[in-house]
């Protein structure tokens, strides 16, 4: 079964996969990865969703609505959110501690664009304690 690792920028969803990869042994597609996976955007988009159908070894993180049609129906879902001001600061860091006002504005335009999805698991991504997340979510699957 693939486990999709799914919410805004900083809210920690690549964190959790990456602690959650090594737990699971479970290779790890980000976004557009899986773009090196053909010649052709169309063609390797075909070849993911049909990995992500047939393998039980794959973290898909997630962080456009868009990616979100490529996932199987008995996908994994995760919801990963964090407040507002903790994506900024998360975010401010990123850019070596300044937050530019477009980005800030695109971090406020994007927050809560997932809120409707259906998941199987909502996460706090401001939890320290991701040993203690991975473990939540392999009990649930």
Known sequence: MTIAIIGESCTGKSTIADKLSRLTERKIFTGKDYLKLAKNEAEAKEVFVKMLNESSDIIYVISEMEHLELLPADAFRVLVTADLE????????????????????????????????????????????????????????
Not at 104 to 122: P, R, S
């Open 86 to 141: 903790v994506i900024k600061m998360r975010f401010a860091k990123r850019m070596n501690g300044s937050l530019p006002t477009p980005v800030a504005t695109m971090l406020e335009t994007k927050h809560g664009m997932f809120d409707n999805i259906v998941y199987q698991l909502k996460i706090d991504g401001t939890e320290q304690d991701v040993s203690k997340i991975c473990v939540e979510i392999i009990e649930k699957i």
